[in-house]
């Protein structure tokens, strides 16, 4: 007997015992394929407002709370109040994973095409939109370096607690991050300024309306992923739900925010625009990915390895200058004029800025790891400091990582779909790598990746990774990594994920709960659909 699940129940609920001869008319297929996800779809959607509501109290919430901070709801944000919205977020967040788990079976299993999924995304989304920042805090530092820029100080050279207007921005900014220079490209500083500009000292409008900005990069993933699919085989089902619907994109990016969301949608776009052999645009937008993230500076010389396999076979090293020599005149031109169009100078000053971030020493950044632990184990016999360990740790780790990135180019020197992989390989290992290692970093190289195809063991240490990457740090921004009681439950709820995806319910809890109530019919399952 084969075991079937309905996509629009629950995981082991409506189970349901088919024979392996028994013929499924085309009557009965159509209606199984039309069948849509809803109450999955709401269990994700449901879990979002949780997400929602419980971050008043336990997110990234504000010093001073113009909404909650004196009424007579301000007791969520302290004592148990906390606690009890603490609970509620988690139950939230747990509700999203499940049914994005749900999903991924069901795509896997050629139940459902792209279209359910991306609509279970927005829905899951919507929410977020109007949500304290969850688990960080980096979007009140957009905000205070686009007040800077506003005001005249220059966010490369200055951190945003120089500024002596607007209050409310300023002390909302991360302690780590008030005397740090920027780390972002200049025209994101620009959009800043531009929110700022409307928002003023208003820091709940400030955060919504950078969110909604940042959905112009998540439109361009919705437009380029289902033709990067064509070209690099994967299956869109499920690149939609590792791009669009994980909880990497949903949490992280949309509910963060974080401006990796926005560089996304000019990095998808420009590879696109590489393999159907719009060479120009296609370096445009890559450099306009950068004018937002510098790091996007690390796919262009892939896209001269797919440029260079598209000229006329006029020999390889003729063909490679032919294709590098104009893409790197596109890339100083464009991004000189975006950088003067922002800044109103030519400023140089975001490649200092990138030091700031690794200020941030922590053990998911391996490199960072190794240097404590040897440190650890030295201090056990010498009182010592643990920052040498770290510095050279993480020396030799950038030396080892300069040598991944030159060999990954090299072998993206065939162009088309392997320079592609190559890239997104390139990034993971630099996100991961290349200190710190943030929890949203990680999808620079996910995104691209999920347009290839899939094993279905590979996709279960995806949802492991991904529900890993939410939860190490704190709904308030601050990292629990040292948290060891927390980092098992993490790890424990991880695998249990990674599990689910493989099989409904791997350990019975839910069946040890539920009475048998019968079975019914469901047709054997069409070929996948791409709709």
Request: aromatic content about 10%; glycine content about 10%.
């Amino acid at each position: 007997m084969a075991t079937t699940t309905d996509p629009a129940s629950s995981s082991g609920r409506g189970t349901a015992q088919t024979s392996r001869t028994a013929p499924a008319s085309p009557l009965a297929e159509r209606i199984h394929v039309a069948r849509f996800p809803f109450r999955t779809i709401a269990m994700g959607t449901v879990g979002s407002m949780l997400l929602m509501l419980a971050a008043l109290g336990a997110g990234g919430i504000l010093i001073h709370d113009p909404v909650l901070g004196h009424g007579p709801l301000s007791w969520i944000r302290y004592g148990h109040g906390r606690a009890l919205a603490n609970v509620v977020l988690y139950t939230g967040f747990g509700l999203v994973v499940w049914a994005w788990v749900r999903l991924g079976r069901y795509a896997l299993d050629g139940r459902i095409g792209s279209r359910p999924i991306v609509i279970a995304a927005l829905c899951w989304m919507a929410p977020l939109l109007i949500s304290p920042p969850l688990f960080t805090r980096d979007v009140f530092s957009y905000l205070g370096q686009g007040a800077q820029l506003l005001y005249g100080l220059d966010p490369y050279n200055h951190g945003p607690v120089e500024l002596d207007v607007l209050p409310d921005v300023v002390q909302n900014v991360h302690p780590l991050w008030q005397t740090t220079p920027a780390p972002y490209g200049p025209l994101f500083l620009a959009i800043s300024k531009g929110i700022v500009s409307i928002t003023g000292d208003n820091m709940i409008a400030g955060v919504i309306l950078t969110r909604v900005v940042l959905l112009i990069g998540l439109g361009g993933m919705l437009w380029a992923l289902p033709r990067l699919v064509k070209h690099l085989g994967g299956n869109l089902p499920i690149t939609m739900w590792l791009a669009i619907a994980s909880p990497m994109t949903v949490i992280h990016l949309v509910g963060g925010p974080h401006n990796d969301l926005l560089m996304l949608g000019f990095l998808t776009t420009g590879v696109l625009a590489a393999l159907e052999r719009k060479h120009v645009l296609a370096v445009v937008l890559m450099t306009v990915a950068a004018l937002i993230k510098p790091s996007a500076v690390l796919a262009l010389p892939f896209l001269v390895w797919i440029w260079a396999n598209h000229l006329p076979e006029e020999g390889k090293v003729r063909n490679f200058f032919r294709a590098m020599l104009p893409s790197f005149g596109i890339f100083l031109v464009v991004f000189g004029i975006g950088t003067w169009l922002s800044l109103g100078r030519i400023n140089l000053g975001w490649i200092g800025g990138l030091q700031a971030p690794s200020l941030i020493a922590n053990w998911l950044n391996f490199p960072t790891g190794i240097g404590e632990i040897v440190y650890s184990l030295v201090h056990l016999i010498v009182d010592v400091q643990s920052s040498p360990f770290v510095t050279v740790a993480r020396t030799v780790a950038w030396v080892g990582l300069i040598a991944l990135l030159i060999r990954q180019w090299w072998l993206a020197r065939i162009g088309g779909n392997q320079a592609v992989f190559r890239m997104a390989a390139a990034l993971l290992a630099l996100a991961i790598i290349a200190p710190p290692t943030l929890p949203w970093y990680l999808t620079w190289g996910f995104v691209l990746a999920s347009a290839f195809q899939w094993q279905r063991k590979h996709l279960a240490v995806v949802v492991a990774v991904s529900v890993f990457l939410v939860c190490v740090y704190y709904p308030t921004g601050e990292q629990g990594l040292y948290d060891w009681w927390f980092i098992a439950l993490v790890v424990a709820a991880s695998l249990y994920a990674a599990a689910s995806l493989l099989r409904p319910d791997p350990l019975g809890l839910i069946a040890a709960w539920r009475k048998p109530t019968g079975t019914e019919f469901i047709p054997p399952a069409p070929a996948p659909s791409q709709q």
